[in-house]
């Protein structure tokens, strides 16, 4: 699955511009479970959010809790459980 993702903002006039226009840069497959994807949309450190320039928030391993007082924006996809292996080897799971 493709997610886009389009982060808007300012330049020094002013004037909206478009800072990235592409796919989600984070995208998570585990292992053991196929088909399974989660993309990455945003990840924000505190709350209120302090975002002003262009700096990538999702260039790191994410967990699936949020930091603390932060917040994780992601489109998890999952398939049909028909998909899904019988069993999984949490060792290549996690």
Do not use: Y
Not at 19 to 27: K, L, R
Not at 40 to 56: K, L, Q
């Amino acid at each position: 699955m493709n997610v886009r993702r389009v982060v808007t903002g300012h330049d020094k006039d002013g004037k909206a511009i478009v800072i990235f226009d592409g796919d989600t840069p984070n995208v998570v497959k585990p292992k053991g479970r196929p088909g399974v994807e989660l993309h990455t949309i945003w990840r924000i450190e505190s709350a209120p959010a302090m975002v002003f320039g262009p700096e990538e928030t999702t260039d790191c391993k994410i967990g699936l809790l949020p930091p603390t007082n932060g917040s994780v924006f992601r489109i998890i996809q999952f398939p049909p459980e028909a998909g899904w292996i019988d069993k999984v080897d949490t060792k290549t799971a996690s």
